[in-house]
């Protein structure tokens, strides 16, 4: 593209925008007026879009030009597959070499809309959750590390599993979570012989088999399962109430991998901010999560899980500087 192109000049994208925002013809010299754009580049711009078969309109009424509205045959329709709008998506980050030009911003704004729409299909948070689980398994040894892959296949697929500990003890096992209880991650489930609801920790795990011969229908919904957590935090006394202001809400991930939110609930304050509560479990991994979401979001209570979150923060800063020391 040569360097004095139109594309690359943000008047042009001016009067484009002009253009399509016409509801009713105007008097030309008013509209460039408006637009704020001179007559030379109004002709080339009048001249180049014919090239791509899009003719402004310009009518004489009492000797006075007028310009008109955009006819609807210049809308431009496009249908994307759920693969073609994945791999659009993944495109995205190649077309931040262009940020700062004015055709950028105007495409930017387009996708934004069109990935608000169709939040439920983002790429990015998918990938984001990805990454934090992979973190999450990178702490666990490679054997355990398998035993949760085992579960997450086996939950996606309603398999049972055949479940042997450390301490010999055989359970027939039908999966439903897996999530930080006492700062350690458990699975929560169903013995499919007793029909009761049990947990345990991963580590206690010595072999794990997915059954793929039983047929069990749960005994238990989705509401009784985090009702049992939450009994089970309520016994150990581990669970508190965290209260966030949300800053940015676009851009924040409120569904941290393995922790359970006990009653989530987002409402707004009197000042229209944004407030989301649930019911935590503070550990390590919960502060990472909130470290990662840090610059959108503000603790405003407990104070006590604030200060262990900062208590935490200290520690990992005093960590990385002595890492760093010890490379230097």
Request: charged share 30%.
């Amino acid at each position: 593209m040569h360097n004095n192109s139109l594309i690359l000049k943000e008047e042009f994208w001016t009067f484009l925008t002009c253009l399509e925002n016409l509801n009713e013809p105007m008097p030309l010299k008013q509209f460039l007026n408006v637009s704020e754009i001179s007559e030379d580049l109004f002709t080339d711009a009048v001249s180049f879009l014919q090239n791509l078969n899009y003719f402004v309109e310009i009518s004489e009424l009492s000797g006075t030009n007028y310009i008109h509205p955009v006819k609807a045959e210049y809308m431009i329709s496009m249908q994307l597959t759920f693969k073609e709008w994945l791999a659009f998506q993944a495109h995205f980050p190649k077309m931040q070499e262009e940020s700062g030009t004015a055709h950028y911003e105007i495409l930017s704004e387009k996708l934004s809309e069109v990935e608000a729409e169709y939040s439920s299909h983002d790429l990015f948070k998918a990938i984001h959750d990805e990454e934090k689980r992979f973190e999450l398994l990178e702490n666990l040894d490679l054997k355990h590390r398998d035993f949760l892959k085992k579960t997450e296949e086996a939950m996606s697929r309603d398999f049972c599993l055949n479940i042997e500990l450390h301490d010999k003890r055989c359970i027939d096992f039908y999966p439903r979570k897996a999530v930080f209880l006492e700062g350690e991650l458990c699975l929560v489930g169903e013995d499919y012989n007793d029909r009761c609801l049990i947990y345990f920790n991963i580590l206690e795990i010595n072999k794990i088999k997915i059954d793929l011969e039983t047929n069990y229908s749960p005994n238990f919904s989705s509401i009784e399962i985090n009702d049992f957590i939450s009994a089970v935090r309520a016994i150990t006394g581990q669970e508190e109430r965290l209260v966030l202001k949300i800053i940015s809400s676009e851009s924040v991930d409120l569904r941290p991998a393995y922790q359970f939110l006990g009653n989530p609930y987002v409402t707004t304050n009197m000042n229209g901010d944004l407030i989301w509560a649930a019911s935590v479990e503070p550990c390590d991994e919960l502060f990472e999560w909130i470290l990662s979401i840090k610059d959108h979001i503000e603790i405003l209570d407990p104070s006590s899980l604030k200060k262990k979150y900062l208590d935490y923060c200290q520690i990992k800063l005093e960590s990385l500087e002595q890492d760093y020391k010890k490379a230097g």
